[in-house]
């Protein structure tokens, strides 16, 4: 490969017409609802909208830019754990050590954000091997974000997931309830601020949990019941 042509190369991962183009046609139809975007030059495109332009851009997503496929629908925590290292795993205590960290300040990744909790919806399109991940922050004062169900069927467990682990309503969902924890459950365990108590009663997953194999040649001193009776009957 020539010097020039390495160039060329390098350029044209650095500018990604094609993520481009996507994100701004993106800004163009959603207009004050488009917030801003990220491009990783070769590799993926993020934006971010308002929250009342979650529908439509996922609807511009799927019906203009053929990006049928949900791949997931999904929340996020933003804030940093109040509990430190205290709540890992004991391995993890033998490389890291058990002092306490500070809590550090909310960073809110890719293509920015203004609030503890975003939603993020990846779509793609198979015919042009194009995707995007689509965010929108989620007011802590209304935790609450329409469904994306009259567009993608397949939403249904994803926003189920979302009200059960992060407490975020899903406006317009028909059949909100929980997949994973018991009738009663309380709190949001996805949450940072959430105490993982068992962690605190007995850290998981830790050696404690681990068992050794069988001995498979037990030596005199260990004998099992059925040997030692044998022996006596001798």
């Known amino acids: 490969m020539s010097a020039d042509t390495a160039e060329e190369t390098q350029e044209a991962v650095e500018t990604d017409p094609v993520r481009e183009a996507i994100a701004k046609a993106f800004a163009d139809h959603l207009g004050e609802g488009f917030i801003e975007s990220e491009i990783i030059p070769g590799r993926d495109l993020w934006i971010r ?3 009342s332009a ?8 799927a019906d203009r ?15 940093p754990s109040p509990f430190g290292r205290d709540m890992e795993a004991e391995q993890d205590w033998v490389v890291h050590g058990r002092d306490e960290k500070p809590v550090g300040e909310q960073e809110t990744g890719t293509a920015g954000g203004d609030s503890r909790f975003q939603m993020m919806l990846r779509v793609y399109s198979i015919g042009e091997h194009q995707g995007v991940t689509i965010k929108a922050d989620v007011p802590d004062d209304d935790l609450s974000i329409p469904s994306l169900l009259e567009i ?6 994803h926003e189920r997931e979302v009200w059960e682990m992060f407490g975020i309503d899903i406006v317009g969902h028909p059949d909100l309830r929980a997949l994973y924890l018991p009738s009663g459950f ?3 365990p996805m949450r940072k601020d959430y105490p993982l108590v068992a962690r605190r009663v007995k ?4 050696i404690v949990d681990v068992e050794g194999m069988p001995d498979d040649g037990a030596d005199d001193a260990e004998k099992t019941p059925v040997a030692e009776s044998e022996a006596i009957e001798s």
């Open 152 to 157: 993608f069927v397949g939403a249904n467990w």
């Open 54 to 61: 979650w529908v439509e851009a996922a609807r511009f997503a």
């Open 49 to 51: 909208v308002d929250r």
């Open 65 to 79: 830019l053929g990006m049928t496929w949900l791949d997931f629908i999904s929340a996020i925590d933003w804030l």
């Open 203 to 206: 850290p998981w997953p830790g």
């Open 186 to 188: 309380e709190g949001n």
